[in-house]
Nanobody, 120 residues
């Protein structure tokens, strides 16, 4: 089982930047996991922000393309989300997610979330 702990959230002005981190722990080979960031704004459903699979392939929600970058450091068991040119509509709780596939086995885990507030 993977334990995920996010950090790096906070209050930032519009146009500013933040970098979120998600540290994974447990008896795992982190490089074999697909990682992702999701967010949930008040009164809205949780939505996908960005994913990064074990082969280094990324995908992004249209609303964050060109502004957000997902990356990973397998030596540190950590995935990052660099967020630039932040907008008020980016305000949400951001969650880290991991997925593991092996044959017919699937498992996933969620972090506890970190609050990002974009406001002047």
């Amino acid at each position: 089982q993977v334990q995920l702990v996010e950090s790096g959230g906070g209050l930032v002005q519009p146009g500013g930047s933040l970098r979120l981190s998600c540290a994974a722990s447990g008896t795992i080979i982190f490089s074999r996991y697909a990682m992702g960031w999701y967010r949930q704004a008040p009164g809205k459903q949780r939505e996908l922000v960005a994913t990064l699979n074990r082969f280094g392939i990324t995908s992004y929600a249209n609303s964050v393309k060109g502004r957000f970058t997902i990356s990973r450091d397998n030596a540190k068991n950590t995935v990052y989300l660099q967020m630039n040119s932040l907008k008020p509509e980016d305000t949400a709780v951001y969650y880290c997610h991991s997925e593991y596939y092996s044959g017919t086995t699937y498992s996933d885990s969620w972090g506890q979330g970190t609050q990002v507030t974009v406001s002047s």
